[in-house]
């Protein structure tokens, strides 16, 4: 077993990125650091380095347990690291929007008051 693995092969073996040229992407868009650093794609990632990797807006924390330089299924993959990211953020009630039907005209003023209770504005 080796003692360390590229930062984008490790990505790739635990299936947080689909590719491999995605996760180099990843890495040199800035998205992934190594504890709290920048890193390249060639960086060698070693056993108890803590990976912070941001997808869709989100970052996801991940604590390397296991050195993958192969991909592998999915029930393994997961084995191959800790997941440390925190619990979202609660979502806050959004009311719905309202839409009238096209051609009705003006709300009136019984209709105006009723949209904005609905929306919360008393």
């Known amino acids: 077993m080796t003692e360390s693995v590229r930062l984008d092969v490790w990505l790739w073996a635990v299936r947080v990125y689909k590719t491999r040229s ?11 650091r190594v504890n ?3 890193v390249k794609a060639s960086y060698a990632l070693k056993v108890g380095d ?3 990797v941001r997808i869709a807006g989100f970052d996801r924390v ?4 296991e050195l993958l ?3 592998v299924g999915a029930p393994v993959a997961a084995k191959a690291y800790e997941d440390r990211t925190p ?11 309202v839409t009238r039907d096209r051609g009705a005209g003006r709300p009136t003023k019984r209709e105006r008051r ?6 919360g504005r008393d």
Not at 22 to 32: S, Y
Not at 62 to 65: E, P, Y
Not at 114 to 119: H, K, N, Y
Request: charged share 25%; no cysteine.
């Open 22 to 32: 995605l996760a180099t992407t990843a890495v040199r868009g800035g998205h992934v």
């Open 87 to 97: 619990p979202p953020p609660p979502r806050e009630f959004v009311a719905p929007i």
């Open 50 to 52: 803590e990976v912070r």
């Open 114 to 119: 009723a949209i904005d209770q609905l929306r």
């Open 69 to 71: 330089a192969k991909r």
């Open 36 to 38: 709290g650093d920048p």
């Open 62 to 65: 991940l604590g390397v347990r």
